[in-house]
Structure formats: structure tokens, C-alpha cells
């Protein structure tokens, strides 16, 4: 699935503003001065961006174990930060911090790190082939203020990355990142010489600088998102918006992608037999509790399939509204195709998919209309611009334009300015689908995934819930 970082307008590059050293020099005296920020609190920032920024294009899955390399300065601050962050993500990160400062801020944060029981590798234990113990390699070495040329150890721990940057397959080496500025990089022009490292991914702070326009890997995120309206219009800052509420959103083209080539290797929790309930009602209660109580936006999005006399079949996405031992209600217009279908054929199926904790369930059922008592409750439980809504909406037809639904609506809410009671139309109430099938869907490594399915059989006269084991 599409993060919000990367589904966001791809931040068309030709209209986002670069700065010179010059600026960026200005804005951080502007927001470390009469703006009221501490260099901590950016810091903090940044370093979020950028662990927010990695765990975007790098899953954990497939990249776990981060070399972060940090700097003196408040670029190596930011790797350090980052560091920390991405454990907190799962990832492995080991630190190297070859001339560590001592100011409080800097001891802090290595004792953070520490705390977290985070290696510190020294410079002369790194390999001079990265590629075999590490999966990620983060430059936070020099930032948008250096001058002059890298000194030891930095001289050598750059030509180390040009190294690693030069191995042709790309899938064979472990991918740079590097923070704000690729290190040894001239602030405006960029890689002046040709022989310099050349990230995979570059994570631009505040503003990109103008070295990024000569940035050529496939990953351009922009970070911090801690810039306030007086910098942006002093500076005519020209800026993508954040989507949500991600920390970072890409700029530039989005890399073209080989969609064969796109897999997850899921590391999750075996699910046996004996573990679940003997009930598929309280087992999915309990998985449907466990996805609210992780916070995944909407947990109760569902696919509803239905299929129609001909035998054609039609997808939606709608939410559940209601689950108990008597099945799975959702709410819609009773004039839609998905009504049309149903009134047709009454068999359904619906698949709720949990991405982030590698679970799916899929139901197979009987759908009947609820009562009308049942709707009219819950109509008048929503807010009434979704009463509202309701009323305009005649899903699934064929309107000349979305003003049609704008005047409309516009109309119906100066009908009911006043706060008078909306009634329900007919043509809008629930549906219930009570189940026969469930199969609950556990993503295993190596495509081993777990898939228990539970069926009705007939015992003595009654009905009860028999589980498989079905081949993934």
C-alpha cells in the first residue's frame, strides 16, 4: 500500500524553492533566534524526518541493520537522533561517531543511545566492504555549513561510501543516505568533482539546498516540517505540503517501479490451531480489538463483493458498522448496484485487510436488509451532514457534475438551519450479512502464511464451527 509520504503530489520539483548556503545560513539564525526554536528541538526534528523517511522506502523486513555515521556537528546530531528513532521503529542501528562533542547536547544524546544498548563502532572496526553487515548506510556527516575539505577520519569514511556508491547492482550493496547535504558535496554546486559519494536517497531539511538539483538517485524526501508562515514568505519559500501527519514527504519524480519485483518477506506471530478461539466471531473481535488498539486508520474497512444474477461481480470498499454473533452490518443507499446485486443474489463476501499487522479476514455469507428500527437508530447517529449526505446522494447514478451535490447539499442545510429533526429517507438503510465461512490470514517469511478457515457442520442436530488448516 501507498504511504502518505509517497502518495502526496510527487511535489513537483520545478516548483519547490532550493536555497543557497547564504539563506540557509538566515533561516536557522531566524529560527534559533527571534523564532523561539533551541537547536535540540530541531534536532529533533530532523532526525525524526529522516528515520521517518528510511522506514518509508526501506522496509524492515528486507533492511534491518542501519550504519548511521555522524559528524561533530549538527548534522551528526541529526544521524544521532535518527538513530534512535529508527530503533524505536525495529530497525538494528549501529553508530559510528569518530570526533564526538562534548557539549550536552551531543553527551545526551550518545547517552540515549546507549541507554538503548546501540553499538558505537570506531572508525578502524568498520569493514572497508560495507555491503556484508549492513543493509543501510546513513551520511550524517557534514551538513549545509561546512567549508573547506574533509579531514580524518571523514576523508576516508567518504572515499568508503564512493565505494560502496560506484558497485553496479545496486540490489547487491547496501543503499546511502545521506542528511541534507550528500557529505563532501559543495553546498550550491553539488558533486563539483564527478568522484563523490552518490546517494541513493537524500533527505533535504527546511528547504532543499541548491546542491539537490544535481541529486540523481531515486529517493528525494524533504524533512522537519517545522517551518513557520514568517520564514516561508520572508524567504518566498515554495514548499510541498506534509500529507497527515508524516514527517516527510517526497519531492521530485517518484521512481518507476518493476511491479514483479515489489514483495514483503512478513515476519509475524505463528497462528496455530490451538491458539485461536473455537468461535470465529470471538476471534475476529479479538483481532479487530488488537487492530484498533494499534491504531491502523480505519480498522473497519471492508471490501464487500457481491455478484449479480448474470453472475458478474462488483468490489467496494464500506464500512463495518456493526459486528455481533448475528453477522456484519454496513449502511448504504438501497439504490446502489451493491443493493441492486443483493436483491439478485443474496450470497456476499467481505475481506478486511490489516496491513500493517500482516492479517487479512475474509467472510462468506447471506445478506439480508436490517430493520427498519436499526437504521432509523443509527441515521440519526450520525452527524447530520452525513444525514445530509445521505438524503443528496443517489449512489450510482449518473450525475452532470459535482456542483449537482454541492447545490443540493447546500439547499437541504438552509432546509434544516434551524436544527430540526432530518428523516431518514427509504431509500437509505443497513444490511447484515450473517456468515457461513470465515478464514483468518496470518503473512508468514517465505510465503509460508498461516490460513485457518472455519465452516458450519452439522453435529447431533446442530450446527457448529469446524477449523482448517488451508495450504497458503
Known sequence: ???????????????????????????????????????DQLMELAGLSVATAVAEVYKLSEHTRVLIICGPGNNGGDGLVAARHLYHFGYKPFVCYPKRTAKPLYSGLVTQLESLAIPFVPVEDLPQDLSGQYDIVIDAMFGFSFHGTPRPPFDDLIQMLVSLSVVGDSAKRPPIVSV??????????????GGGIKPDMLVSLTAPKLCAKKFTGPHHFLGGRFVPPPISSKYGLE???????????????????????????????????????PNPFDQFRSWFDEAVTAGLREPNAMALTTVNKAGKPSSRMVLLKGVDKQGFVWYTNYGSQKAHDLSEN?????????NEMNRQVRVEGSVQKVSEEESEKYFHSRPRGSQLGAIVSKQSTVISGREVLQQAYKE????????SFIPKPDYWGGYRLTPNLFEFWQGQQSRLHDRLQYSQREVGGSTEWHIQRLSP
Open 1 to 39: 500500500m501507498a504511504s502518505l509520504a509517497t502518495s502526496t503530489a510527487a511535489a513537483a520539483a520545478a516548483e519547490v524553492t532550493h536555497l543557497s548556503q547564504r539563506d540557509a545560513a538566515d533561516i536557522d539564525e531566524q529560527l534559533m533566534g527571534p523564532l523561539g526554536f533551541s537547536v
Open 180 to 193: 541534507d547535504i550528500p557529505s563532501g558535496w559543495h553546498v550550491e554546486e553539488g558533486d563539483v568533482s
Open 239 to 277: 514548499l510541498p505540503p506534509y500529507p497527515g501527519t508524516s514527517m516527510c514527504v517526497r519531492i521530485g519524480k517518484v521512481p518507476s517501479v518493476d511491479i514483479s519485483s515489489l514483495r514483503e518477506n512478513y515476519i509475524s506471530p505463528e497462528l496455530l490451531e490451538n491458539q485461536v478461539m
Open 346 to 354: 443474496s450470497n456476499a463476501a467481505l475481506l478486511f485487510y490489516w
Open 412 to 419: 437541504l442545510e438552509q432546509k434544516y438551519s434551524d436544527g
